[in-house]
């Protein structure tokens, strides 16, 4: 796998897709960066109650920074922060940035980039970006191109490891997790955040992200009748609520697995509806109304992987959103 965002559409899908990411970029450009930076401190919030102190001074790795890399400027202004990606982030756009890109991410994804650079929208964000933090230039952080579920980073390196709307798009999790609890030093934290699949905007259509779904039903990607009306933007592993229960259990014993329950009002109002037609009987209404699920996790002290003859993982101490 290249890109996550390695999907096919079709042309007119894809000058949808491009219109609504266009206008969903452009428009309230500081509403959008001050939301990005809201869940960033909450991110930090929950951090610190992690750890049990400020998140000040410490190794953090970002897994999937996306292209605009708001985290990693957050966190990087009193931290050591690296992102890693499986796309190639160009921060500055040259001849060799795009042929990396293209190589690499694809000819969608890099099309993508060049035409957001090219129309100033990464201009006009980081310009939001470094207003609302109050800085003059963005802080030091790393973005390096590599594979999460292979990392080339030593044991124990990082004291905070935490991922925002990646998993989702991710073929293999647990091998990914696995990484992430080998670089986490002892003691260390990780906290994920991942889009459900079983929301209503968890198949990714770019049509639902910008308010104008047209005739698109909700919850389309679960309803046989209406799954073809829907569009993904990007690959998604489809994994449910039970499911990704299973792999945080197995990979992060005893952590703390959050479903929020933040659809809308239209959501919830529809889902009555429905139900009264006895649709989605297969789903109950906690996987249908989380959007965002939570993992926090808290590495002990002396973690092991698996027992000496294979018994599987030790107890751990405690259990832990990019348009394309």
Same mark, same amino acid.
């Given at each position: 796998?290249?890109?996550?965002?390695?999907?096919?559409?079709?042309?007119?899908?894809?000058?949808?897709?491009?219109?609504?990411?266009?206008?969903?970029?452009?428009?309230?450009?500081?509403?959008?960066?001050?939301?990005?930076?809201?869940?960033?401190?909450?991110?930090?919030?929950?951090?610190?109650?992690?750890?049990?102190?400020?998140?000040?001074?410490?190794?953090?790795?970002?897994?999937?920074?996306?292209?605009?890399?708001?985290?990693?400027?957050?966190?990087?202004?009193?931290?050591?922060?690296?992102?890693?990606?499986?796309?190639?982030?160009?921060?500055?756009?040259?001849?060799?940035?795009?042929?990396?890109?293209?190589?690499?991410?694809?000819?969608?994804?890099?099309?993508?980039?060049?035409?957001?650079?090219?129309?100033?929208?990464?201009?006009?964000? /980081? @310009? =939001? &970006? !470094?207003?609302?933090?109050?800085?003059?230039? +963005?802080?030091?952080?790393?973005?390096?191109?590599?594979?999460?579920?292979?990392?080339?980073?030593?044991?124990?390196?990082?004291?905070?490891?935490?991922?925002?709307?990646?998993?989702?798009?991710?073929?293999?999790?647990?091998?990914?997790?696995?990484?992430?609890?080998?670089?986490?030093?002892?003691?260390?934290?990780?906290?994920?955040?991942?889009?459900?699949?079983?929301?209503?905007?968890?198949?990714?259509?770019?049509?639902?992200?910008?308010?104008?779904?047209?005739?698109?039903?909700?919850?389309?990607?679960?309803?046989?009748?209406?799954?073809?009306?829907?569009?993904?933007?990007?690959?998604?592993?489809?994994?449910?609520?039970?499911?990704?229960?299973?792999?945080?259990?197995?990979?992060?014993?005893?952590?703390?697995?959050?479903?929020?329950?933040?659809?809308?009002?239209?959501? /919830? @109002? =529809? &889902? !009555?509806?429905?139900?009264?037609?006895?649709? +989605?009987?297969?789903?109950?209404?906690?996987?249908?109304?989380?959007?965002?699920?939570?993992?926090?996790?808290?590495?002990?002290?002396?973690?092991?992987?698996?027992?000496?003859?294979?018994?599987?993982?030790?107890?751990?101490?405690?259990?832990?959103?990019?348009?394309?």
């Amino acid at each position: 796998m290249r890109s996550y965002v390695k999907t096919r559409l079709g042309l007119l899908p894809r000058i949808n897709e491009a219109w609504n990411l266009y206008h969903s970029h452009t428009r309230n450009v500081g509403d959008n960066v001050r939301q990005l930076l809201d869940q960033a401190r909450i991110a930090e919030s929950k951090l610190e109650l992690l750890l049990g102190k400020p998140v000040k001074g410490l190794k953090m790795l970002e897994i999937g920074p996306g292209q605009q890399l708001l985290q990693l400027a957050y966190f990087g202004m009193h931290n050591e922060v690296v992102g890693i990606d499986l796309d190639v982030i160009a921060q500055r756009m040259n001849i060799t940035g795009f042929v990396q890109m293209a190589k690499q991410n694809g000819w969608v994804r890099t099309c993508k980039t060049v035409a957001r650079k090219m129309v100033g929208i990464d201009s006009k964000v /980081r @310009k =939001e &970006l !470094l207003s609302q933090l109050g800085l003059h230039s +963005l802080p030091n952080f790393h973005v390096l191109q590599m594979d999460a579920a292979k990392m080339e980073f030593p044991d124990e390196q990082f004291d905070v490891v935490f991922s925002r709307a990646v998993f989702e798009h991710i073929p293999n999790p647990e091998a990914v997790i696995s990484e992430m609890r080998r670089v986490l030093k002892p003691n260390g934290v990780m906290f994920i955040a991942l889009h459900l699949y079983s929301s209503d905007s968890g198949c990714h259509d770019t049509r639902i992200f910008v308010g104008n779904r047209e005739t698109l039903p909700f919850w389309a990607h679960l309803r046989p009748e209406h799954e073809s009306e829907a569009r993904p933007n990007s690959y998604l592993n489809k994994l449910s609520l039970a499911e990704w229960r299973r792999v945080f259990e197995a990979e992060m014993q005893s952590s703390e697995i959050i479903p929020l329950c933040d659809a809308g009002e239209a959501e /919830r @109002k =529809e &889902l !009555l509806r429905l139900r009264s037609q006895d649709q +989605l009987a297969s789903y109950s209404d906690e996987e249908l109304l989380t959007v965002t699920l939570q993992v926090r996790w808290r590495k002990p002290m002396e973690f092991q992987s698996a027992d000496p003859i294979g018994m599987g993982l030790q107890d751990s101490t405690m259990h832990s959103l990019d348009l394309a």
